[in-house]
């Protein structure tokens, strides 16, 4: 039955159906486009990474009453890639730390992002995703990447200007902080390689997900996944969210996919 309805929300989809929703809780949607790019061997768009943090979260709060592991959007660190792409010569600039300041704050949030463990950044960067963890009470920010060894001058580049903005963000956390004390330092994890060119997003998935610096996976903090535990990942993953009690759109989904009463 999972397999099915898997089957039905990964399915290419016709036109007229790429904006129907599949998920809608939270504040965030998912569509069939997007639903799409959770088939075996899809490339996993922005928003099911949005919507996936912002679920991680949503159930924190809901089963411990606090959030321990906040989760940027993807749109938080564009801005630190559009910032590092523009020329002397354009007159726009993408970072502003008062704008980015919205990001944080607890009215918005819903809690103190300065009291999380954990500071997640998925990254889309050249059509690879990876993704920064900033510690803020150690002042570490992680760098968890499933092809760390295709390190390039750029990302080089990105992962320096992303420590300065996190020294940037750490000292609005923390408004007794200045610039002078705010330093931080820049670790890149060796964490399992990926085994393919396309299941980059879901290990930023399970980074967001289960990621704590531990070691326990022998010398590893994350364990090295095989080809078939990535598909269920994709698999258990859209279905429950289309299961979900909260999923607005739950019981017509399932009704369209002929499993409304097999499932619940």
Known sequence: MLNKLYYFCTRRPKAHEELSVLVSMFG???NRKDGYTMKPKGWVNDMVILAAGKIMMEEEKATNGVVTRHMF???FVNKVICD???SNEDSYKPWCIEDVSLFILPSKLGYDINQCKL???PTLFEEHWSCYAFEPKDKILYVLDSMHDKF???KKNLDD??????EELLVLMNPGLTKENASITLLRVDVPRQQNIH???IYVLKYMEIWDGSIKWQDKTMPDYQRKEILKFRQSLICGWVQHPKNEVREELLKAAGLWGKLC
């Open 28 to 30: 965030v949607y998912l």
């Open 73 to 75: 959007s993807p749109q």
């Open 84 to 86: 590092l792409n523009q």
């Open 119 to 121: 500071i997640f950044a």
């Open 152 to 154: 390039s001058t750029r």
């Open 161 to 166: 200007a992303m420590k300065r903005r996190f």
């Open 199 to 201: 299941d980059c997003g």
